[in-house]
């Protein structure tokens, strides 16, 4: 339909169809998405494990546990965190310190984020009395504090939140090979192990007596292979 224009145009405007806006839902799972913080509330029941560790320095063993608590339970956002941790023993002269240690702990873990730190500030602690080697595993703990620190890293890893300290096929077979080179070059020497309270410190793992200890694995399996310290055990080297 066509119309006449008798007056003078003063101004002009395109005509645009307005289309409403698609509003986007919110999809279910992000909606029920609970992150761990200092405000969650603590549910009547929590999912853990207790883990025993017998340090010779006491008469009495320390019982660990750790609780978890489930966030976003049936979600694909589903995650188990770690929420709180206790330490029991008989042993009364730890009480005061295991108290304390619990209690900063538990609030770390309740405060949420990246509390994988804990391991390695933990495993730091030295005692000067002097350490001790852990019962069945030989890994040398330079407290009772350390072996806090070593169980809560092993209960991490089975939350996924730090790596498994795996030792892949190739590198299985260099540290074999060696220790075959390590243990060559010590023939002729004293093969005797250090006594230590009438214990061997190699604990029959078959690394020379005259190896030191590692800092990162704490066995005493370090030895000097072509004028580089290198560690028999997890394979750290020095020299990179």
């Known amino acids: 339909m066509m119309k006449e ?18 509003k986007e839902e919110p999809s279910s799972n992000d909606a029920a998405t609970v992150n761990l913080t200092e ?26 546990t750790v609780n978890d608590i489930l966030l976003n339970q049936g979600t694909a956002q589903e995650v188990r965190r770690p929420f709180e941790v206790f ?18 702990i538990s609030a770390v873990f309740r405060k949420g984020g990246d509390c994988t730190f804990l391991v390695e500030e933990l495993k730091a602690v030295f005692d000067p009395k ?17 072996d806090i ?16 300290s795996e030792i892949d096929a190739h590198q ?12 060559a070059e010590n023939e002729g020497k004293d ?17 020379p007596a005259t190896a030191s200890s590692c800092n990162k694995c704490h066995q005493k399996s370090v030895v000097l292979l072509d004028s580089c310290s290198t560690c028999l055990n997890c394979g750290d080297s020095k020299c990179g």
Not at 149 to 158: P, R
Not at 192 to 206: C, P, R
């Open 5 to 22: 224009i008798t007056q003078s145009i003063t101004a002009a405007k395109v005509k645009v169809d307005t289309v409403a806006p698609v």
């Open 39 to 64: 405000k969650t509330q603590r549910p009547e029941m929590l999912v853990g494990s207790t883990y025993k560790i017998k340090p010779p320095v006491s008469d009495h063993a320390l019982y660990i």
């Open 87 to 104: 330490v029991n023993s008989k042993n009364m002269e730890f009480y005061s310190w295991i108290v304390a240690l619990t209690r900063v």
């Open 130 to 146: 002097g350490g001790y080697y852990q019962r069945g595993t030989g890994i040398f703990m330079p407290s009772v504090v350390a």
């Open 149 to 164: 620190g070593h169980v809560i890293e092993t209960h991490l890893k089975t939350l996924d939140m730090l790596p498994k």
């Open 172 to 183: 299985q077979a260099y540290l074999k090979q060696k220790q075959q080179a390590a243990m």
């Open 191 to 207: 093969d005797s192990a250090v006594e230590n309270d009438g214990k061997s410190e190699n604990h029959n793992l078959n690394f």
